[in-house]
C-alpha cells in the first residue's frame, strides 16, 4: 500500500508556471508507475502525464505537450509535475496515482491522492 499527497497547487495567472510535487509513503516507490490526471468543474477527470518507474519513458496528452514535464526522484519517493505556460483551461484538481506495472494513460491507478487545486486566471 502507498499514501499519496499532492501539494504545490495554487493561483496563477495565465503564462505563468507551478510544480507540483507528490510524495509517496513506503520504502518501494520505484516499483510504481506514476500518473498526473485533473479534472474541472463539470468534467470528467482525464490523463496528463505518466512516467515509468525508472523515470525513462514518459507520456502525455496532447494539449499538455511542450509546457507539462513529468518527472520522479525516486531517492525522495516523490513525482513532480512542471507546468509551464499555463492556460485558463488548466485550471482543475490535479491528481497523482500510482500503479504496479506500465504507466498508461487510462485511470486505471491502483492509489490516488486527494488532490490540489490549480487556478489559472486570464
Known amino acids: 500500500q502507498v499514501q499519496l499527497v499532492e501539494s504545490g497547487g495554487g493561483l496563477v495567472q495565465a503564462g505563468g508556471s507551478l510544480r507540483l510535487s507528490c510524495a509517496a509513503s513506503g520504502r518501494t516507490f520505484g516499483i510504481y508507475a506514476m500518473g498526473w490526471f485533473r479534472q474541472a468543474p463539470g468534467k470528467e477527470r482525464e490523463f496528463v502525464a505518466a512516467?515509468?518507474?525508472?523515470?525513462?519513458?514518459?507520456y502525455y496528452v496532447d494539449s499538455v505537450k511542450g509546457r507539462f514535464t513529468i518527472s520522479r526522484d525516486n531517492t525522495k519517493n516523490t513525482v513532480y509535475l512542471t507546468m509551464n505556460s499555463l492556460k485558463p483551461e488548466d485550471t482543475a484538481v490535479y491528481y497523482c496515482a500510482a500503479r504496479i506495472g506500465a504507466a498508461i494513460i487510462t485511470d486505471e491507478y491502483n492509489y490516488w491522492g486527494q488532490g490540489t487545486q490549480v487556478t489559472v486566471s486570464s
Open positions: 512516467i515509468t518507474r525508472g523515470g525513462v519513458n514518459s
